[in-house]
């Protein structure tokens, strides 16, 4: 089995601006206020990664497709029954564990797309997640990341606050060359008693609302350090993935918090019992769900500005396994989630599941380069250029158009 049991145990924050990590998700932040005066938006950003390979199949089923229930066997969707997918449109259901997704689908404030990669085509999820945060073609060719890239290129009269970062590494998404003078990371021992004191009383007195974040941000690690944090059947990711969103979004909300952070929840490489409308998956996504829920109700009227990207560094096979599982694949969905997303769609140049139809004989085929979506929100979002998306954010990608239309 490749590097399937990798796994990041970070924790970073930033100054007024905590989101919190641990071995079963990670997060971070930089605070770019860059409100647009022409037209009173205050756009934020969120990126949800999912370390370990998400299987789109399982999470928006193809059920119109006559080939996916033969490949997917015992833990495929279905419309009808007990445990029913909520049917999206006539050829797509989503997985009954996140109504919360369901409903700001039907309130057109989330969107699918499907048959979605980066450009990597190996298995590795070392390599894998290395091209999905560095936006390039091929692994390690780079210690920067997309999103740092991204703020650097932000339209002039960005303003970025001192940070303070907490944790052992900081994520290569965010990593390189600071956004702007002044952003000063400084690097701590993670879950030092004696640092997490300090820092506590320090905020005590200056900011009662990042000591409470932090406090649960430390208690948090401190229980990712036991076995109930790992990623197993059973576990409590979800109501892991739950606090940290509600601890972010209530930091995003204040006129001085973040307006760009970025999350990771590991523990998605499904290769056993990966279980259908319910088991392992369906608890996993019930986190999710509930993470997105925790991010509309805490950005409040922030809400209607804000775009939520879930993406992962490749999908899962198309036919399961002896054990119940998927193996490593290559498709798979990216969602997005907002006031600001443009949804209520899956949107999809959908492949076809025959025999024929797979990439190389066994993955969901990929339509939709990662990096057009990522391009269309950042252009039409932050108002990023395309001639800085193509040389800086995504280098060598002239080629991938960004998505249009994705953003109200």
Not at 50 to 79: E, F, K, W
Request: contains cysteine; charged residues 20%; proline residues 6%.
């Amino acid at each position: 089995m490749m590097d399937c049991c990798e796994s990041q145990s970070r924790l970073v924050t930033s100054r007024r601006a905590l989101l919190l990590g641990g071995a079963s998700f990670a997060a971070w932040a930089y605070l770019p206020k860059f409100a647009r005066a022409a037209d009173g938006r205050d756009p934020r950003l969120i990126v949800i990664i999912l370390r370990g390979a998400l299987d789109g199949l399982a999470t928006v089923a193809p059920v119109g497709d006559p080939d996916y229930a033969g490949l997917h066997g015992s833990i495929a969707l279905t419309s009808d029954g007990p445990h029913a997918a909520t049917m999206l449109d006539s050829f797509f259901a989503l997985h009954p564990s996140m109504p919360e997704f369901a409903r700001m689908y039907r309130d057109k404030q989330a969107a699918v797309i499907h048959a979605v990669s980066t450009p990597y085509r190996d298995r590795s999820h070392f390599d894998g997640q290395d091209v999905l945060e560095s936006g390039f073609a091929g692994p390690g060719r780079v210690q920067s990341g997309w999103l740092n890239r991204a703020l650097e290129g932000l339209p002039k009269g960005a303003h970025v606050m001192n940070g303070l970062a907490v944790g052992a590494t900081t994520p290569l998404v965010l990593r390189g060359a600071a956004p702007t003078v002044g952003w000063a990371p400084v690097s701590l021992p993670p879950a030092a008693d004696d640092t997490a004191a300090r820092l506590l009383d320090l905020y005590q007195h200056r900011d009662s609302a990042l000591a409470s974040a932090l406090s649960q941000g430390l208690q948090l690690e401190k229980t990712a350090t036991g076995d109930e944090m790992k990623a197993k059947p059973g576990g409590n990711n979800a109501g892991a993935m739950r606090l940290v969103a509600r601890g972010a979004a209530k930091v995003m909300a204040a006129d001085d918090g973040p307006r760009i952070a970025a999350l990771a929840f590991d523990g998605w490489d499904t290769h056993a019992n990966e279980g259908g409308p319910i088991g392992r998956l369906a608890q996993l996504l019930s986190g999710l769900d509930s993470a997105l829920g925790e991010f509309e109700r805490g950005l409040g009227e922030r809400w209607r500005d804000t775009v939520v990207v879930v993406a992962t560094e490749f999908g899962r096979t198309a036919r399961i396994n002896g054990t119940e599982g998927t193996d490593h694949g290559t498709g798979t969905i990216a969602l997005l989630a907002g006031g600001a997303v443009k949804g209520g769609r899956v949107i999809s140049d959908w492949p076809g599941l025959k025999p024929v139809n797979l990439y190389e004989g066994r993955d969901l085929a990929p339509t939709t380069d990662l990096r057009a979506m990522l391009k269309g929100v950042l252009h039409d979002h932050l108002g990023l250029s395309e001639t800085v998306l193509a040389k800086n954010v995504f280098p060598d990608s002239v080629q991938v158009k960004p998505m249009q239309g994705l953003v109200v």
